[in-house]
């Protein structure tokens, strides 16, 4: 792992200035704001979101599975990160960073412990099958806020994931049709 080199005493002295002085490097003032932006697509449960110059996308996706025996009118929701190492030099293809660990905890915490997400809506048939939803969170430049960033992409695809039609007849469950956008 490519390890970040302390700041050089003139790095250390710019950093304080700006700071005292209100100003940042990218023009913004000490309280705005990075731009924004979300985009939705090219298929249900995908998004990719810019905030400043950090990217980052979230792919949705889900499939039957049985229920645990201690909860079985509830589903599952899972997330999963990948910190590209085009976004930064930091990252290492295949290793695991601490980055990357903290984000998925803070991500697990926010949506999934929080109950964010309705876990037992995910129920089909109680004790038989549930839907496991899987969140797949890509990093994709690294600029700062990764969090943030990747709170908002996951909640984005969330929201913009539409489960596959399924009919239940008794105990036998049928995918009626699965819901894609077209392209």
Avoid at 89 to 117: C, M, N
Avoid at 129 to 135: D, E, S
Wanted: charged share 25%.
């Amino acid at each position: 792992m490519v390890k970040e080199t302390d700041p050089s005493i003139n790095e250390r002295n710019f950093v304080l200035r700006s700071l005292r002085e209100g100003c940042r490097t990218d023009g913004r003032g000490p309280h705005d704001m990075r731009d924004f932006k979300i985009s939705l697509g090219p298929h249900y449960g995908h998004s990719e979101v810019l905030l400043g110059k950090t990217r980052v996308t979230a792919n949705v996706s889900c499939e039957m599975v049985r229920p645990l025996p201690t909860n079985p009118t509830e589903g599952f929701i899972q997330f999963n990160t990948d910190f590209s190492p085009m976004a930064s030099p930091a990252f290492e293809a295949g290793r695991i960073s601490d980055e990357e660990v903290l984000v998925s905890r803070l991500l697990e915490k926010a949506l999934r412990r929080s109950r964010a997400v309705d876990t037992e809506g995910l129920c089909i048939v109680a004790g038989e099958k549930v839907w496991a939803v899987r969140v797949d969170i890509r990093v994709l430049d690294h600029e700062g806020n990764i969090v943030d960033c990747a709170c908002v992409a996951a909640v984005a695809a969330l929201l913009y994931f539409r489960r596959p039609d399924v009919t239940v007849i008794g105990e036998d469950v049928t995918i009626v049709r699965l819901n894609f956008l077209s392209s």
